[in-house]
């Protein structure tokens, strides 16, 4: 059976230390339904941890997050899925909060963690923190999440004009984690519909801090998932990689991700009902025999227990072919959450195009005056395949060229990165 399972979805994962930090405190997990009667029970799970914390606190927080959950969520059979998601997350801070306290090196270490259940009825988030889950569906980029920030949480009080003041409060401070404190409110978002086509995105703050919204929409939209996952860290990094980047994206592809029937299911394992039936049919018709040889016996004592009989097991024998023939429901999972929160457009645009390009002008002038050894004919290359798509009026194709000329971009820095650090190794 599980070699013959389509999970429906295809992904791709990558997380990246960045250009500044010495560490990354980021951690992740994808594990996708192996089987069908995985998917139907629990379905894919996809975790994203951005840890915070001195001594390498932050770095065990994360992994902490991404193991706890993953283990809690498929370890709890008795719980419906969205219960089953809470109940992980509630584990996983337990789990940190206990090792911050026995330990003076991690104490009040913390992380955020966002995670993506995918099962047959939709598409389930359990949030705390600010790293971000988003859904990509025909051209809109939604943000399913609520950043548990302060400038999002005094956005929502409605006591401040973020558009006047927002510069003016700091970003990047959190008002929920795991680990800091014994109990952690936690938000679970959906079930959100799941159709063919539709990508999801859970990402650290390392992404969205650098790369605007309509941006990353876009990139997904135009590329497949691997290429997808390398654009946007390598577009973090040229923009300074300030942060630790952790991307992980997901796409439900032609064969629905929900599209698993319970009928289905148990066709691929024991059915107690398909058992009974055919025991059902057997013991009828043996009554029938023995009925007809009593009265041809004229053994009418036995031949009216036969008869009897016989009519029990037809009546049983007629509920369970009903029985099975009506289709079992699905129950349905209760809505949570009030996300999406933002939506944006993630058309691909020759604008898109032109603002992706001006990344990769701007290292090409900090080469030019920093006499850096960089080779531009790949990315020359690129970009004039992409002049060319915009004038076919081919926007996606334009994209996709851009974005192959930002990875090479982020491949030639590299190497110069590591020119320079070999050159001051052998200078020292």
């Not at 997901?250 to 066709?267: I, P, Q």
């Not at 036995?302 to 008869?307: A, E, G, R």
């Not at 009897?308 to 949570?336: D, F, H, K, Y």
């Amino acid at each position: 059976m599980s070699d013959r399972w389509n999970s429906g979805i295809a992904f791709a994962e990558l997380t990246d230390v960045g250009m500044r930090r010495a560490n990354n405190q980021d951690s992740m997990v994808s594990l996708p339904a192996k089987t069908e009667e995985r998917f139907w029970t629990r379905g894919h799970l996809f975790v994203v941890a951005d840890g915070m914390g001195a001594h390498a606190a932050g770095e065990l927080a994360s992994q902490i997050a991404t193991e706890q959950i993953a283990m809690h969520y498929f370890r709890n059979t008795e719980d419906k899925p969205a219960e089953a998601l809470r109940n992980a997350v509630t584990g996983a801070n337990a789990e940190i909060h206990h090792r911050g306290q026995s330990n003076p090196e991690f104490h009040n270490m913390g992380t955020t963690a966002c995670s993506l259940a995918i099962v047959p009825e939709g598409a389930l988030v359990a949030h705390v923190g600010d790293s971000r889950v988003y859904r990509l569906r025909k051209g809109t980029f939604e943000q399913l999440t609520f950043d548990h920030s302060l400038v999002w949480e005094m956005e929502a009080s409605g006591h401040i004009d973020t558009s006047i003041w927002g510069k003016s409060i700091p970003k990047n401070v959190i008002t929920r984690s795991l680990g800091p404190n014994a109990e952690v409110e936690i938000d679970i978002e959906g079930p959100f519909p799941v159709e063919a086509g539709d990508a999801f995105l859970l990402c650290s703050d390392g992404l969205t801090g650098l790369v605007d919204d309509c941006e990353i929409g876009a990139l997904i939209d135009c590329l497949p998932e691997d290429l997808a996952t390398r654009v946007l860290v390598d577009l973090a990094n040229l923009r300074g990689g300030s942060d630790n980047t952790t991307v992980v994206v997901v796409r439900a592809n032609s064969s629905s991700t929900n599209g698993a029937s319970k009928s289905a299911m148990r066709k691929s394992g024991p059915d107690l009902k398909n058992q009974i039936l055919p025991i059902l049919i057997a013991v009828t018709l043996l009554c029938t025999a023995t009925t007809v040889i009593a009265a041809l016996m004229q053994s009418w004592g036995l031949m009216i227990m036969t008869t009897m009989l016989t009519l029990i097991c037809g009546v049983a024998t007629s509920c369970q072919l009903l029985r099975n023939r009506a289709p079992e429901p699905i129950e349905p999972i209760p809505m949570g959450g009030k996300g999406p929160y933002r939506r944006y457009d993630a058309t691909p645009t020759a604008d898109l195009y032109q603002r992706l390009g001006a990344t990769v002008q701007a290292l090409r002038d900090a080469s030019k005056q920093n006499n850096w050894m960089m080779e531009w004919k790949k990315v020359n290359k690129y970009q004039t395949r992409g002049v060319e798509a915009l004038k076919a009026n081919n926007a996606k194709g334009a994209i996709r060229c851009q974005a192959q000329a930002i990875i090479e971009t982020m491949n030639q820095l590299r190497e110069q990165n590591n020119r320079a650090a070999n050159e001051t190794a052998i200078e020292n």
